[in-house]
């Protein structure tokens, strides 16, 4: 007799549901769009809409608010994978906002546009309309983001308040807003990082190198290893040196870390990221080392 196994995995619930969000907006949003900047988050829901829509094209057009000071690598993956899917990408420029004085460059050894995201953002979000904005974030990245639903719905303002958000019951997501108003809606709120890694081994998923073990120039700061670049400030007692790193997360250089390693396979890494104590953020983040009070502040202001 035929044997079959009906059991489901954790992967496949959480790739039903993020499935379900992704159709529930193409629904009932006359304008969405999806942030992808290259990073492994954003790569993973880049394929569950793939999955989602198939065979149909993904109906709704990629956005991603470039600093300026990303990798390389990350940036030709992305114009690869978007070109690979013939799919819209918008991409909304924060050194075209420091130009158009809509936000001041910092400066000093410190300084990042990591920050000035948030208006270049905001200002895409309203020129071209969206109403609603998927994003790929995780409720096990820190304690600000663990504290909204999987619609975050923003005000007029593109402001987030923790203290009067909508109930979700179940499967049941409140979509109705006015003029002006949009949606962030994180699909991948209930994944971790370990089932990023899972998925993109079961997917056999691509993505950029510098995800990867891999010689390179770095120097130390705070306990981070920062990647040697013209954009990144460093001072005198700074001294480069190279080491064999990888990157856990991707972003702007400035504020990004990198960490030692010699995983070079997706299996290394997952053995690597299951071993580990500290969060991909806390050990690879410089702006989100702030507290959660201060990270909850970034958010009200329309951070991603």
């Not at 094209?57 to 390389?72: A, E, R, S």
């Not at 109930?167 to 109705?176: A, M, V």
């Amino acid at each position: 007799m035929l044997q079959r196994d009906y059991t489901t995995s954790q992967l496949d619930v959480l790739e039903a549901e993020a499935i379900h969000v992704m159709r529930e907006v193409a629904a009932e949003f006359e304008r969405p769009c999806l942030l992808f900047s290259g990073g492994k988050d954003s790569i993973v829901m880049l394929r569950v809409a793939e999955k989602a829509f198939w065979p149909a094209p993904i109906p709704f057009p990629l956005m991603h608010v470039d600093t300026g000071h990303n990798f390389l690598e990350v940036i030709d993956f992305r114009d690869r994978r978007v070109a690979e899917l013939n799919a819209r990408l918008v991409v909304a420029s924060v050194q075209a906002s420091i130009d158009a004085g809509r936000v001041m460059e910092e400066t000093g050894r410190r300084a990042s546009r990591n920050r000035l995201q948030t208006t270049t953002l905001l200002d895409a979000i309203e020129e071209n309309e969206y109403d609603a904005v998927f994003g790929g974030a995780r409720r096990d990245e820190e304690k600000a983001r663990a504290k909204e639903r999987v619609f975050s719905f923003r005000d007029d303002f593109g402001q987030w308040d923790p203290k009067n958000q909508r109930p979700e019951l179940w499967n049941l997501y409140n979509t109705r807003i006015r003029k002006g108003e949009h949606i962030r809606v994180f699909p991948l709120s209930n994944w971790t990082e370990l089932d990023i890694w899972y998925y993109i081994q079961r997917e056999g998923i691509e993505i950029p190198s510098i995800y990867f073990a891999h010689t390179r120039k770095v120097f130390e700061r705070d306990g981070m290893l920062l990647s040697d670049d013209e954009v990144v400030q460093r001072g005198d007692d700074e001294p480069i040196f190279e080491a064999v790193v990888r990157y856990r997360t991707v972003g702007d250089m400035t504020c990004t870390g990198a960490v030692a390693s010699t995983a070079t396979t997706v299996e290394q890494i997952i053995e690597e990221v299951a071993a580990t104590r500290i969060t991909e953020r806390g050990a690879t983040r410089a702006d989100d080392r702030a507290s959660e009070a201060a990270m909850e502040d970034r958010k009200k202001e329309g951070y991603f």
